[in-house]
């Protein structure tokens, strides 16, 4: 008797600590309206990677639009078991993809890719995926400064790649080159799209002769350098402060890409030994990663909550950690070691369809 009470009481408490969790979570969810869950009928990005055979969602070999640094099994891959996964999340299902329901549900619509190469791998893949969803499709291919622009024609929806790796500007002054962490003039352009997908890391780090600037300008000061992770918490901060008071996100969908995590030291999935993805075959059992979340994704939650309108996080960091298997390591035209990108077909086709899940839901 005395042992059933026990066990009754402890059940209560952990309702009680669940209930107190579920409210404290919902209490986030009103107050960082910015990240807006609440659209979303559960956390789609906390789940773990099925086999599933009926994966992958094209034949990359049919899409004649990769480029040679993802196009994998073009370049001699043989291992083909990364094709198979699909994410599954925890407390419900994503549709399946379907692109002729998303170029209907966007006709005339244009959506626009903003950021590195990694926005890049991320445009590559919906190309394919949409080019595959409808035989014989149309796309009209335009090339213009800064950006490439795919309409697929009898749709009328333009899908567009922004090459903005920093998406602050740099301007050419009689001094050098200058990153200018508080003026975003692409803006002017950006916000007459109607899905914005953003994404800013890759390139906060770079030094040497591919650091594309000289100085680093703050107001008035010019810097020859300064801490790079305070730099990337500026630039995003100027990135917010014109979502705030430049886009209209009642015509505009937002969203903001997560940290992509590259592989290349294996002490992080527990093999010290390793240092790149050459050898990968299999994703991390695991369902969260050892050593958490890079600290680039911090920086980027903390400004995404200084956002007052409802900005959608793709948060596809956590899962993407897993899939040490999925990067292109050799097998680009380079033969180097690409443990950074991912192939295509592959992960960033689960990112399109949880982008899917987050615009039409
Ligand atoms: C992309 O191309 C389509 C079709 O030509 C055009 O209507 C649209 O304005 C273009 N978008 C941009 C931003 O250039
Ligand atoms: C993004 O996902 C990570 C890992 O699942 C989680 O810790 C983090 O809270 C998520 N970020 C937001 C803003 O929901």
């Not at 066990?7 to 919902?26: D, F, G, S, T």
Request: proline share 4%; hydrophobic share 35%; net charge positive.
């Amino acid at each position: 008797m005395v042992v059933g009470m026990k066990k009754y009481a402890l059940v209560i408490v952990a309702i009680c600590l669940y209930q107190w969790l579920c409210m404290a979570n919902a209490r986030e969810i009103v107050h960082h309206n910015a990240i807006n869950y609440e659209e979303l009928k559960c956390n789609i990005y906390e789940g773990k990677w099925v086999k599933d055979n009926s994966y992958p969602l094209y034949d990359s070999s049919s899409c004649p639009h990769i480029r040679k640094e993802f196009d994998c099994l073009k370049y001699g891959r043989l291992n083909q078991q990364y094709l198979k996964y699909r994410w599954q999340p925890q407390n419900c299902d994503i549709p399946r993809f379907d692109g002729k329901k998303f170029l209907s549900n966007f006709k005339g619509k244009q959506i626009m890719f903003i950021g590195d190469s990694i926005s890049l791998n991320q445009w590559q893949s919906l190309v394919c995926m949409f080019f595959s969803s409808v035989p014989h499709i149309q796309i009209l291919q335009q090339r213009s400064g800064s950006y490439n622009n795919y309409t697929f024609q009898e749709y009328g929806v333009s899908v567009l790649i922004f090459h903005s790796p920093y998406l602050v500007d740099i301007v050419v002054e009689p001094i050098g080159r200058v990153l200018k962490l508080d003026s975003l003039t692409n803006g002017d352009l950006w916000k007459n799209m109607d899905v914005l997908v953003f994404n800013s890391w890759l390139w906060w780090y770079r030094a040497g002769p591919k650091q594309p600037w000289d100085y680093i300008q703050i107001g008035n000061e010019k810097l020859k350098d300064m801490d790079r992770m305070k730099a990337f918490k500026l630039g995003l901060t100027t990135w917010a402060n014109w979502v705030n008071t430049k886009v209209d996100t009642r015509k505009t969908k937002v969203l903001f890409q997560g940290i992509s995590p590259s592989h290349y030291n294996g002490a992080e999935w527990n093999e010290p030994k390793v240092n790149n993805c050459a050898n990968e075959k299999q994703p991390i059992k695991e369902s969260t990663y050892r050593i958490g979340l890079p600290q680039a994704s911090y920086v980027l939650q903390d400004v995404l909550k200084t956002v007052t309108k409802p900005v959608h996080l793709l948060n596809i960091t956590a899962l993407s950690q897993l899939r040490k298997d999925a990067h292109p390591s050799s097998y680009n035209a380079f033969k180097g070691m690409d443990c950074t990108h991912w192939c295509v077909a592959g992960v960033t086709d689960t990112w399109n369809e949880l982008l899917y899940t987050a615009v039409t839901s």
